[in-house]
């Protein structure tokens, strides 16, 4: 069995590569597990594309209101014992878009998706709070439709999140993946062509696909993370 808890106490900086498997246990629903946001989904990556978003606003906006906003969540153990960690001596990388590692006190986060709580018009591109969005998507000003800050389907990744986030990946002699079946690309791909001295562990309640030599914890997260000793940031 892997030693999570002394490798992270002997690491000079940590980086922790998240999915949505960590936020479950705050109640935001993961997206590809049976019964999760998209289970019930034909076609899940229009649902959440530019395209919809272009050609059907009202279709996108009543999807996305129902099915991926949870703003009573509250950040988790698994966010803040990574906070504490981080917050002394490393970075997170997050596919997530729930801002929960913030809100648990993280000060070095790359949100490589965006965040769902930013938004802006789209016509104006004035700065629009979440409670509005919720109760109309549209700009009272302009008339504008208003989006939420994340990367949507056949949308880039923008260039300075992609440089932050290789930034916060290759500063690492530990990454610890936790919570994501890591297959989306590009972020599966930030491990590509670090140093073979880096320590890679992931940490996920099924076996995932990693580069050889890397160690696999397999287990809940909440617990792997309920046992480790971290001193508070």
């Known amino acids: 069995m892997f030693d999570l808890q002394g490798a992270i106490d002997q ?5 922790f590569l998240t999915g949505a498997g960590v936020s479950t246990a705050s109640g ?6 049976k019964g999760g946001l998209y289970s019930d989904m034909v076609s899940p990556e229009y649902a959440l594309s530019a395209d919809n978003l272009r050609d059907h606003p009202d279709d996108f906006y ?26 002394a001596k490393g970075a997170i990388v997050t596919q997530n878009v729930d801002g929960l590692h913030t809100q ?20 104006c591109g004035q700065a ?6 919720l109760a109309s998507e549209f700009h009272t000003a302009d008339g504008g ?19 932050a986030a290789l930034e916060a990946v290759n500063a690492a002699d530990l990454i610890v993946v936790v919570g994501t079946s ?13 140093d073979p001295m880096t320590t890679l562990v992931a940490v996920n309640r099924e ?3 990693l580069p050889y030599g890397a160690h696999m914890v397999v287990g809940d997260a909440v617990k792997v993370f309920e046992d480790l000793q971290v001193t508070p940031a």
């Open 11 to 15: 690491a000079q900086f940590v980086t």
């Open 28 to 33: 935001i629903p993961d997206y590809r597990s």
């Open 62 to 87: 009543q999807w996305v209101k129902a099915h991926m906003y949870y703003p009573e969540a509250r950040p988790n153990i698994i966010h803040e014992k990574m906070a504490a960690i981080t917050n």
């Open 104 to 123: 648990a006190g993280a000060k070095n986060v790359v949100e490589f998706h965006g965040n769902l709580y930013r938004l802006h018009c789209q016509t």
């Open 128 to 133: 629009i709070d979440y409670q509005t969005y």
């Open 145 to 163: 439709v208003i989006r939420p800050d994340i990367v949507l389907y056949g949308e880039q990744i923008a260039p300075r999140v992609i440089d």
């Open 182 to 194: 890591f297959q989306v690309y590009p972020f599966a791909g930030l491990i590509q062509g670090v």
């Open 207 to 209: 076996a995932i696909d």
